[in-house]
């Protein structure tokens, strides 16, 4: 007698019937998974022991946000710096320009120059800022 089933090993008996028409019963045990769950399984040092702490998964890196709350913050450190410098240059050439001009009669052409010079810096100046405020909030968002 023989029993199979998929996936499972195959098992069997022999039973020796004397007289013809005789019967007999046997019982068929649960079959074996032909392959062994070891096979299957992961290595043991791969499975977490149910008695360890699992460890929390660390982020590599800083991450997307904070790199660019980070950027964003060194543009804005960046364009007041600039923002200073060129507000710092207009002044400066406003006071040169006072010196050929009165007041805003200017008859000068070196004087108009530095009139002309330092409303661009001033220009320059404002755009600077803005850049660099709008940096610094956009970094205290992220």
């Known amino acids: 007698m023989m029993a199979s089933a998929p996936g499972r090993k195959s098992w069997q008996t022999r039973l020796n019937l004397v007289d013809s028409g005789a019967t007999a019963t046997a019982s068929v045990p649960e079959l074996e998974v032909e392959f062994a769950e070891s096979k299957l399984a992961a290595?043991?040092?791969?499975?977490?022991?149910?008695?360890?702490?699992?460890?929390?998964?660390?982020?590599?890196g800083l991450g997307t946000q904070k790199t660019l709350?980070?950027?964003?913050?060194?543009?804005?450190?960046?364009?007041?710096?600039?923002?200073?410098?060129?507000?710092?240059?207009?002044?400066?050439?406003?006071?040169d320009a006072d010196s050929y001009c009165n007041g805003a009669d200017c008859n000068d052409a070196r004087g108009v120059e530095l009139a002309r010079d330092a409303i661009v810096y001033g220009n320059f100046s404002t755009a600077a800022f803005i850049v660099g405020t709008a940096g610094l909030a956009g970094g205290a968002v992220l």
């Open 43 to 60: 290595p043991p040092s791969a499975v977490p022991r149910a008695d360890e702490p699992r460890s929390p998964a660390r982020p590599m």
């Open 69 to 95: 709350a980070l950027a964003s913050a060194g543009l804005g450190v960046i364009g007041l710096g600039v923002g200073t410098a060129f507000g710092l240059r207009s002044k400066a050439t406003h006071g």
